[in-house]
Structures are given as C-alpha cells and as structure tokens.
C-alpha cells in the first residue's frame, strides 16, 4: 500500500521516489505492453473518441433496445454455461441469467417483445455433458 506523502517533501520528488522503489523491486518487470508504444500515441483526437470507443467496447450492443440487449446476454450465457469446466459453474452461469430474464418479466422492458423463458438449468446441465468429451 502506498504511503503518505511525508510533510515537507515535494510532490514530484515523492512520486519519482516511488516509481524508483517499485522498478527496484521490479514491479514493471513483464507487462504485457512493456516496450510497447501506447495505443493511439501521437495521433489527434477526434471530438468524439470516447463514444467512438465506448460503442467498439460494448460490441455493437450500444443504442439496442433493453429486450435485445438481454436476449443477447441470454445467447452468451448459455454458450458459456455450456462451456463451463464445471456443472457447477454451467448451474451457476445460468442460474444468475435465469434471474435478469425473469426480472425482465416482471417488470418489461423496452423495445421489442423479450420473447425468453428461463432455461432449464438441469437441461442446459445434460446437454452441456452430452457436448463435452468427459464428464467433468
């Protein structure tokens, strides 16, 4: 945990005695972009950079309506459940989406028609081991 600033010292030299004690230790040793020049560097921003790159983060999701959005998370919970190393897991993936679908149905949400039951998670559970090539 970092320290306080002790009284008296500056600012800038606080902080480059901190960046110096933490290469010695070797801290930044093995960053994944280490040597790396920082994505973007040198290039002008544009005026809207940061809805350019909140639409690309949100995988075309962005503006949906709620119903496709969660039809959507549906379509990749189940793909994960049925990838889960675990029946537990693939139970536990499942069982957390069950409960947004069936929030959604109490309280409907807007745009289209949701158009989704909740899955049945000990039939999601036997088709998961029916597609792995072990039982887990």
């Known amino acids: 945990m970092t320290q306080r600033k002790p009284p008296g010292m500056g600012f800038e030299s606080w902080i ?12 930044f ?6 040597g790396k020049p920082l994505p973007g560097a040198g290039e002008p921003l544009e005026e ?4 350019k790159k909140k639409v690309r983060e949100e ?10 959005v969660l039809r959507k998370e549906a379509e990749t919970a189940k793909a994960r459940a049925l990838a889960a190393a675990t029946d537990g897991e693939a139970r536990a993936i499942i069982e957390a989406m069950n409960a947004k679908i069936l929030d959604a149905l109490r309280k409907p949400l807007s ?4 158009n989704l039951m909740p899955f049945d998670v000990e039939k999601l559970v036997r088709e998961r081991k029916g597609t792995s ?3 887990r």
Do not use: F, M
């Open 16 to 27: 480059d005695k901190q960046i110096r004690e933490a290469e010695e230790r070797g801290e």
């Open 59 to 68: 995988e075309g999701t962005a503006g949906l309506p709620p119903s496709l």
């Open 48 to 51: 809207d950079w940061w809805l």
């Open 111 to 114: 745009g289209p028609p949701l």
């Open 133 to 135: 090539r072990t039982d």
């Open 29 to 34: 040793d093995g960053l994944p972009s280490a």
